[in-house]
C-alpha cells in the first residue's frame, strides 16, 4: 500500500503545481494594447459636409477579457489532461497491485498445498518405516522358527527316519512325542526325523500321536513346514 500512497501524493503534488501555475498567469497583467485618445473623433464627410462623432470602444479591455479567457480555457484543458493521465496512472497501479494480490494469494495456497504434502509424505514416511521394521521382525522370527538341516547331519537323520519307519506308529509317536518337547534342547530333531521319514509312516505317527497329545502333533505339522534343507 505504500505504492499507492505514493502515487496519490505525487498527483495531489502535480495538481497543486499546475493550479499556483494557473493563478499566477492569470494574475499576470496583459500586455497593453494602444487604444486611441479620448478626446478622439472619427469624422464622417457627409453630402452635406456633417460630422459624426462614433462612440469611443475601451478596445485594451476587451483585448485582455479575451486573452484571459483563451489562457483560462487552455489552462482547463491542460488541467483535465493532466486529471486524467494521473487518473489512468492511478487506474493502472490499482490492477498492478490487484495482480500482485491475486498472485500472493496464489503463492499462499500453493505453499499451503505443499505444506500439506509434505506433512502427507511424512506420515507416510512414518507408516512406512514402521511396516518395515514390522517385516523384519516378522522375518527374524520366521528364521529363527525355522528348522534348517545342515547337509553334515543329512546321513544320519536319514538313517534314523529309516529306522523310525520300521517301528510301529505307536511306539514311534511316544519316542519322537519325548524327544519333540518344546522345552527340550533337541526339539527340532523330531521334526527333522519326521521330515525324512516315508509320507505313509510320518501319516500314521502324527494320527497316533494326536491321540494321546493333539497339540503336540499340530507342532510337529506346523514344524515340517518349516524344514530347510542347506546345501
Known sequence: MSKKLIIITAAAGLLSCAGMFVLAWLTNPAPAVAAPDAGQTTA???????KLTLPQIDVSSAGASVDSKMKRTMIEKQ??????EVRE????YNLKLKNLELRE???LTAHDTAKKDIEEFTNLRIELASTVAALKDARSKLEASRVEI????KANLMSTAATFDKMDSTSAGNILTDIGKPESSNSDDAVKILHYMTERTKAKVLASIAETSPETSAYFCRKLKQVIEKE
Open 150 to 153: 545342515a547337509l553334515s547331519e
Open 79 to 84: 488541467l483535465k489532461s493532466l486529471i486524467y
Open 44 to 50: 464622417v464627410a457627409g453630402r452635406n459636409d456633417l
Open 89 to 92: 496512472k492511478i487506474e493502472e
Open 105 to 107: 494469494q496464489r503463492l
